[in-house]
């Protein structure tokens, strides 16, 4: 009986402890939808390039994302265009001299506390459009995709750039011309 016991205690703390292993999760930010590029290396030119890919990758999804007027659609047309996101990608690395490619996918993960002026991300799981240049091992550049936010580095400071706000800015100054 006290052998039972033991082995019956032992079962209980593993099977617990697998338990306990798998049900604390981070809680997924709900609110905003996140860009992450991670660039080949440290290299200059696969930092250069990594900047050339994001130019042409928010321009490419500019036109969508406007349109989306919640995070699940623009979730549901990130992952629709990725095999074009992977392509835009693909051209500009070939473009540049390149020959590694992108890996291209959307996924939860873990992103550090970012301020960009008044603006904090926390700490946390957000969803993410996630490109991997080659390797994937270099530094990287992030932002948001929705709410359809982007931040372009400027000296020391960020400028905080919004398509709804562009269009709004657009509206006001045609009244004032008017």
């Known amino acids: 009986m006290k052998k039972f016991c033991i082995s019956f205690f032992i079962v209980a703390i593993i099977i ?4 306990g ?5 981070e809680k997924v ?3 905003y939808l996140r860009i992450h590029i991670r660039a080949d290396s440290n290299l200059e ?3 250069a390039v990594k900047y050339k890919v994001k130019d042409n990758v928010v ?3 500019t036109p969508f994302i406007a349109e ?4 699940q659609k623009a979730e549901n047309m990130l992952i629709s265009h990725l095999e074009n996101i992977k392509k835009v990608c693909d051209d500009t690395l070939k473009q540049n001299g390149f020959s590694y490619t992108a890996s291209v996918k959307v996924k939860t993960e873990e992103f550090p506390t970012r301020v960009y002026g008044d603006l904090e991300l926390e700490k946390g799981f957000y ?3 996630i490109i991997e240049l080659g390797s994937g091992e270099g ?7 929705y709410p359809p936010l982007c931040f372009v580095g400027e000296g020391e400071g960020y400028v905080y750039k919004s398509k709804i706000k562009q269009i709004i800015d657009g509206f006001y100054n045609k009244e004032k011309n008017q």
Do not use: F, G, H
């Not at 617990?16 to 338990?19: E, G």
């Not at 989306?68 to 995070?71: A, G, P, R």
């Open 139 to 145: 530094d990287n550049w992030w932002c948001v995709v």
């Open 45 to 47: 030119n696969a930092q």
């Open 59 to 61: 321009q490419y999804l």
């Open 16 to 19: 617990l402890s697998i338990i």
């Open 29 to 31: 930010n709900e609110e």
């Open 127 to 129: 969803q993410a459009l």
């Open 21 to 25: 292993i798998t049900l604390p999760q």
């Open 68 to 71: 989306c007027d919640t995070k």
